[in-house]
């Protein structure tokens, strides 16, 4: 609904033979707005009780013959996620092929964990499949200004090492914590307010790259960057945590 309402009715429309369904997350309705975001660990949870019993009955009515204008399904492509979507296919007798944005190369071992040569094949010029780069090597690279994080603790790290200043987006966990330090007690972010919209997210970016606020972030980044060592960082968050 909110790629709806951002792009128009139009949005979505595709090509003839494709179009989209959906299935129920199984969250209650939103008590306001409903562009409003949502808590994180909630449809994570939500999803992972809710979504079998759905899923499974759309699986069953686009295999329907008698009443469904499709071919039947014969393959499923699923967010790594959603590990609901193993279980429905097991159900019917299809593959599943889950999708991840990036395949860290020592993250599993044995030969099912390489993709055959026909998925790449049949993929070709319509997908991509991202290697594995580390991404402290990433924020060392002499082209990034700036890292849009969740700021997770590794992130943070990681982008203090690298003296990059950041535009953060707090969702949960501890993730706030560390906003607020890198925000407020570092110099080294700004935030993004909780009521998303990308006119501010443009501003913010814009900011970051060649505002006075982005100037005097990279110049506390390289600051904090001397003291850029991942056990310098870790035994002050310990310190911090446990006194």
């Given at each position: 609904?909110?790629?709806?309402?951002?792009?128009?009715?139009?949005?979505?429309?595709?090509?003839?033979?494709?179009?989209?369904?959906?299935?129920?997350?199984?969250?209650?309705?939103?008590?306001?707005?409903?562009?409003?975001?949502?808590?994180?660990?909630?449809?994570?949870?939500?999803?992972?009780?809710?979504?079998?019993?759905?899923?499974?009955?759309?699986?069953a009515k686009l295999n329907h013959?008698?009443?469904?204008?499709?071919?039947?399904?014969?393959?499923?492509?699923?967010?790594?996620?959603?590990?609901?979507?193993?279980?429905?296919?097991?159900?019917?007798?299809?593959?599943?092929?889950?999708?991840?944005?990036?395949?860290?190369?020592?993250?599993?071992?044995?030969?099912?964990?390489?993709?055959?040569?026909?998925?790449?094949?049949?993929?070709?010029?319509?997908?991509?499949?991202?290697?594995?780069?580390?991404?402290?090597?990433?924020?060392?690279?002499?082209?990034?200004?700036?890292?849009?994080?969740?700021?997770?603790?590794?992130?943070?790290?990681?982008?203090?090492?690298?003296?990059?200043?950041?535009?953060?987006?707090?969702?949960?966990?501890?993730?706030?914590?560390?906003?607020?330090?890198?925000?407020?007690?570092?110099?080294?972010?700004?935030?993004?307010?909780?009521?998303?919209?990308?006119?501010?997210?443009?501003?913010?970016?814009?900011?970051?790259?060649?505002?006075?606020?982005?100037?005097?972030?990279?110049?506390?980044?390289?600051?904090?960057?001397?003291?850029?060592?991942?056990?310098?960082?870790?035994?002050?968050?310990?310190?911090?945590?446990?006194?």
């Open positions: 609904m909110r790629l709806l309402n951002s792009r128009g009715p139009n949005s979505l429309d595709g090509l003839p033979d494709f179009h989209f369904q959906t299935i129920p997350d199984g969250l209650p309705p939103a008590p306001t707005d409903a562009d409003t975001t949502q808590d994180i660990p909630s449809p994570c949870d939500t999803t992972r009780k809710n979504c079998l019993d759905p899923f499974g009955k759309l699986l013959t008698s009443s469904s204008d499709v071919p039947p399904v014969t393959c499923i492509f699923s967010d790594g996620v959603m590990s609901f979507s193993v279980i429905a296919a097991e159900e019917i007798g299809v593959p599943i092929v889950p999708f991840w944005k990036c395949m860290r190369h020592d993250l599993v071992i044995g030969e099912s964990a390489v993709l055959p040569p026909e998925f790449i094949q049949e993929t070709k010029g319509r997908g991509l499949m991202a290697k594995w780069r580390p991404q402290e090597e990433v924020l060392n690279h002499p082209a990034i200004e700036g890292f849009l994080t969740h700021s997770g603790w590794n992130s943070t790290i990681e982008s203090l090492c690298g003296g990059v200043p950041m535009v953060c987006w707090p969702f949960f966990a501890e993730q706030q914590t560390n906003c607020r330090f890198a925000c407020t007690a570092w110099g080294v972010g700004m935030e993004i307010d909780n009521d998303v919209e990308r006119n501010e997210v443009e501003k913010l970016v814009r900011e970051l790259m060649d505002g006075e606020k982005g100037e005097e972030d990279e110049e506390e980044g390289h600051g904090v960057e001397e003291k850029g060592r991942r056990g310098y960082w870790s035994e002050w968050f310990i310190k911090l945590e446990f006194g």
